[in-house]
């Protein structure tokens, strides 16, 4: 009897904090984002979504996801790959590569706005080159494509690493037989791996992608450093709702709104990348 209930007091733990971290704070919200003084409504939303920087800002979100998630994917698997193949100095190159983990959002904002500032770094080394004959203002309102370039970069720089770490352990995870084997069989090396490092990662790539495309649609702090009102994002919306506006139940919705598109490309990530039943490489 004690052997059978050991796993649940060994999840209790896990359990309560879930509970008192995650769902009683949940279920506040959703209380927040559906309930008015009438009872239950769906005034927030019909405030939030009706509101002229919405749109503006739904399209900034998938935006940046989409020209950010893919380059970061690519790179990753570029860098896990070269990793797992060194012999000397393995160690000393990962944790190089993973120093951004270590630097927060806003802390990479300001990074790479010291970058392109007026001031900044990359205006500084124009002007010394002789492509401007004094500093331009690089981040304003005329120039939208380099503030979504500055924040698509700085995002790059910081959040790979995230990545990399996930697919290094999982590329450790693959027994080193099926490319002895693919070896003496004559193998290429793109085809050990798309035919068997690719669909042996398929575990570690679902999870790398569903925290990345999470964390993709809650960007905040490295948009506001480098763009501020400039690059209008959801996340930004919801903070403005919140403390410039004073409307919680608005913020609220806003925010079960990014809930709802996190698990929907969740979804389609686990769906798309699932392994088949019986599956051989």
Known sequence: MEARLLPYFLIL?????????????????????????????LDNFREVVSYWKFPISMKNTFL?????????????????????????????????????????????GIIWLAIFEQSGFLNSMMVGLGVTDQPVSLLSYQTPWVVFLAIMLAEIWRATA?????????????????????????????????????????????????????????????VAALGGTIFPVLMGEIYAYQFD????????????????IS???????MRALRVPK????
């Open 13 to 41: 733990p896990v359990t309560l904090f879930l509970c008192l971290f995650f769902l009683y704070p949940f279920a506040l919200v959703a209380q927040q984002a559906f309930g008015t003084g009438n009872g239950f409504s």
């Open 162 to 222: 995230i990545m990399l770490v996930i697919l290094v352990a999982g590329i450790g995870l693959i027994p080193k037989e099926y490319y002895e084997a693919a070896d003496v069989f004559g193998a290429s090396r793109w085809k050990q791996f798309t035919r068997i490092t690719l669909p042996l990662l398929r575990p570690s790539l679902q999870t790398a992608l569903v925290l990345r495309v999470i964390l993709a649609f809650e960007v905040f702090a490295v």
């Open 64 to 108: 940046l996801a989409a020209a950010v998630v893919p380059i970061q994917l690519a790179l990753s698997l570029l860098m896990a790959t070269m990793v797992t193949k060194m012999e000397k100095g393995r160690d000393l190159v990962l944790y190089i590569w993973t120093i951004p983990l270590g630097i927060s959002d806003l802390a990479a």
């Open 263 to 269: 698990i929907v490309f969740t979804l389609i990530i």
């Open 245 to 260: 506006l004073q409307n919680s139940g608005a913020a609220a919705a806003l925010a079960i709104i990014v809930l709802i």
């Open 278 to 281: 019986g599956a051989t490489i």
